[in-house]
């Protein structure tokens, strides 16, 4: 079989390849009378904790760079109080930082005076709150529009585009009702709409689906990633729930004690953990939310050409000791299997390939999650086909697979 | 036995009285002639309706404020009826322009004041002893400069009135800011609005339920004061009142102080229900 390449399919996790929109660079923020104080002692080796005890002032962030590409999901992930949000709000300077250097598509935020400010934030950068932020005295379709109504664009102009974000989220025919009516799923969807209305290259998501409710966060998870999909924002999206972080995030930046500890795809952080911290954060993370079908199958070898003989097929398995083969077509597309037994029975009374193929295997696609397998691969007496949307084949998973990925990705400690 | 060295506060205040009366008498003097123009206007305007008639838009008025309170809007024009009837009409409209005109002249100052004193804790702190000083002196004290300054009338009423009624709006009106949830605020800064947005389409909106409270208040103690304010010859109900006590006429100060209650209620219920209900999460 060296005639069949597999070919590398292009993870979708993988960053996007294009130029960093968002540069960060040495950035520090300390909360308290006197920064530069804190930051001398910080920098002569004095922990944190003696820093505050000093001095009364607090280091939020010390010394944090990175760098978000265009189009990407970055997603910030630590504990409550590791500074995460903080990072956040410096990027819009909501907060100040102390000192440090920050770039949004080459502009300079630092050395803004409030009017540029005021521009780039009404332009460039969306926000989406914890506790969605409505006002509440304010209908639905005004609360979207804000933005615009900030902006100074007309009445006419904004409720147009509101409606439409509206449509988008899901939420049309609702722009006459009060946040106080809406459920919170419901609520965050009218901030995610106020957010996109404004049509801005950035998105910051501050814990964005951290007041929902589990059911109602996995759904507008994914609805991120869909509309994501479409509209190819950069995002980025702070949370302190890791499998939420894997989900969503192209890559995700670990922050402990206002640092950032490690910088990764999901696949990096979970399988290479840069430290001992890393390693004790992802150690009790749901791997099979995590693994995707492409992770845990393995090669499809051998597969028989559907023009071949039952004899090949025969002696394909008989020589790699294997109870049954995928049959494909020239340009592997996956047309089925057939097992040894029907294959011997077939070479006894002259049928062929095609007349004992059995299609009715479970397929799933390269980038199913494995918790969608488990339950598929269960029930099925075959293997599992991984086929993508042009038919071809690139892999096969067995329960032996399964467990051997596992084994792989969890098992070290 | 040794006798303490009295520190001069009374005298030194008397002095300051006396130096403003020398060289703001102009300014006194202006305030006073508009105050007793609007004053006496806003009364003839009130009294050229007949009874029944303004008895009936103030239902019109209830029903729609309330938002079709029949109850209400029944008991509104009954109240003013029995006012009516008691000759008590005349004064209650005389009571009613002094309280409007003050609580128009306290919140005109007060919000102002109250914003200011929410975004900077520098005013917010050189605030809080002056607004402590004018809750908790004694109504009366206010009496005194006033009739000092406007002499005897429904002027120096006013003015003690605009004193006494400002510190609950102000303080209310600051608090209600305040209390404006922070991710609002950021909402506000996020979205790139300049102060002056933040402050009408965020804080002042989300504020206006503890702004109006504070404007009831304000109404309120405008009307208590008033009636405080009939021993300086501001007249209305409040000398009805007075008169009474220095007779000892229990039944003619009994229904001046029914009339009062009338007016504190429909006043109270008419403001209360300005604001919409937006109801809570």
Known sequence: ?413 | MMELPKIPIGDAVEVIVDWIETYFSWLLDAISDGLNVLVNGFEDLLLAVPAPVLIAITGVLVWFVTRHDIKMTILTMLGLILIWDLGLWELSMLTVVLVIIATIIALALSIPIGIAAARSDTVNTILRPFLDFMQTMPSFVYLIPAVIFFGLGSVPGIIATVIFAMPPALRLTTLGIRQVPVELIEVADAFGATPRQKLFKVQLPVALPTIMAGINQCIMLALSMTVIASMIGAGGLGYQVLVGIQRVDIGMGFEAGLAIVILAIIFDRITQNLVPKYGKK
Do not use: W
């Open chain 1, 1 to 413: 079989m060296e005639g069949f390449v597999i070919v590398e399919i292009v993870c979708s996790g993988d960053p996007p390849e294009s130029e960093p929109i968002i540069r960060v660079h040495g950035l520090t923020k300390v909360f308290g009378h006197d920064p530069e104080k804190a930051l001398e002692l910080h920098r002569s080796g004095r922990s944190k904790k003696e820093v505050h005890e000093e001095t009364n002032a607090t280091i939020a962030l010390h010394n944090v760079s990175f760098e978000v590409m265009r189009g990407e999901t970055f997603v910030l992930m630590g504990l409550s109080g590791s500074g995460k949000s903080t990072l956040l709000r410096c990027i819009n300077r909501l907060i100040d930082p102390t000192e440090g250097e920050i770039e949004i598509d080459g502009e300079d935020i630092m050395g803004m005076d409030h009017e540029e400010l005021r521009q780039i934030r009404r332009r460039k950068l969306g926000m989406i709150f914890q506790n969605f932020a409505l006002l509440p005295q304010r209908n639905i379709l005004d609360n979207v529009t804000f933005g615009l109504e900030i902006m100074g664009v007309s009445k006419a102009e904004r409720n147009q585009r509101a409606e439409k974000v509206l449509e988008m989220v899901g939420l049309g025919g609702y722009g006459s009702s009060m946040p106080s009516e809406l459920s919170g799923g419901m609520k965050q969807r009218v901030g995610l709409a106020r957010a996109l209305t404004s049509d801005p290259d950035i998105l910051l998501m501050d814990e964005a689906f951290s007041a929902l409710d589990p059911l109602i966060r996995r759904d507008m998870q994914d609805e991120l990633l869909e509309l994501q999909e479409r509209l190819g924002k950069t995002i980025i999206f702070v949370t302190h729930d890791l499998d939420e972080a894997l989900k969503l995030g192209t890559r995700i930046a670990l922050m402990k004690d206002g640092s950032i500890v490690q910088i990764g795809t999901p696949e990096e952080i979970l399988t290479n953990p840069e430290n001992a911290y890393v390693e004790k954060f992802v150690a009790d993370v749901d791997l099979t939310r995590v693994l995707l079908a492409k992770d845990v199958m393995r090669r499809p070898e051998p597969v028989a050409q559907c023009t071949a003989g039952p004899r090949v097929a025969l002696h394909l398995m008989e020589e790699h000791d294997i109870p049954m083969i995928f049959v494909i077509t020239r340009h592997r597309n996956m047309r089925g299997l057939v097992t040894l037994d029907d294959t011997i029975d077939a070479v006894k009374t002259g049928k062929t390939l095609s007349d004992i193929l059995k299609t009715d295997i479970p397929i799933v696609a390269p980038d199913a999650p494995l918790s969608d397998i488990l339950s598929l691969i269960v029930d099925s007496q075959y293997p599992m086909a991984v086929v993508d949307e042009n038919g071809r084949l690139h892999g096969v998973i067995s329960r032996a697979s399964i467990l051997a990925a596992l084994a792989r990705k969890g098992g070290d400690s």
